[in-house]
């Protein structure tokens, strides 16, 4: 990664991501931006599903969440902030 030109990192403000951007910081040496907003959410029962499977499989989820009319918590997981979308 020496070679190549990277102006900033961004992370979320996790340990362990920080930690990430240290670790990539020490080849491509450039700014790092910690972010609170950046972290991920636990998905729940859609951890691993891919986008086409969630909303073949929970229609009504699916909608409601791609509207961003308002917050919905993914099934067995957490919700997110509509501000973010």
């Given at each position: 990664m020496s070679n190549k030109k990277v102006d900033r990192i961004y992370c979320s403000d996790l340990e362990r991501t920080v930690q990430t951007a240290e670790i990539v910081n020490k080849y491509v040496k450039s700014s790092i931006i910690v972010r609170e907003e950046l972290r991920e959410i636990h998905m729940g029962r859609?951890?691993?599903?891919?986008?086409?499977?969630?909303?073949?499989?929970?229609p009504y989820f699916w909608d409601v969440w791609s509207s961003r009319s308002y917050d919905i918590p993914y099934p067995e997981g957490e919700s997110g902030h509509i501000d973010v979308f």
């Open positions: 859609f951890h691993i599903q891919d986008a086409a499977t969630i909303e073949a499989e929970n």
